[in-house]
């Protein structure tokens, strides 16, 4: 039930990312700016329609078929992780749909149209334009680090017990000095 769950969701993610970019692509010229949110006269966020052929930062510029095939890979690798059942809580389904849907939603631009649309712009400080999908695969990743690191009691040592001593002893397990 989890797993299907999930992956709607994931999936409403993926077209509230596609619909965000159509409209970005229908209504903004690459390269065109407007302010969005501006307070005391300080520009915050604008969007910025920018395309971006690389990866975060654009790292890996022109890599298109890497850019392709490992996110795929990842993507395929979480759902199987998901359907076998080795997701435990509920952060962690919700973690890895964040990841999926992001990671869908760019491959999406990068199969059609070998690079990412961008428009996003954080203006308070020097910080490259992103998407909707992005924020995704960010916000999945940071839950997913709160969990392990909060959440995650698989790969902890048991509490440590007081020793019984009327409890029965297994003479077989008893070394001889």
Known sequence: MMLFVSLAAAALLIVIDQLSKLYITNHYTIGQIKELITIAGHKIISITHVRNSGA????????????????????????????MG???????????????AGGVGNLIDRIRLHEVVDFIKWEVFEFPVFNFADICVVCGAVMLCVYFVFFDKSDKKPDSKPHDESAPKDDNNVQEQ
């Open 56 to 83: 975060a930062w654009s790292i890996l510029q022109g890599s298109t078929v890497f850019l392709i095939v490992l996110p795929i890979l990842l993507i395929a690798a979480l759902i199987v992780l998901m359907a």
């Open 86 to 100: 080795k997701v435990r809580s509920k952060l962690e389904y919700v973690s890895l749909s964040l990841i999926i």
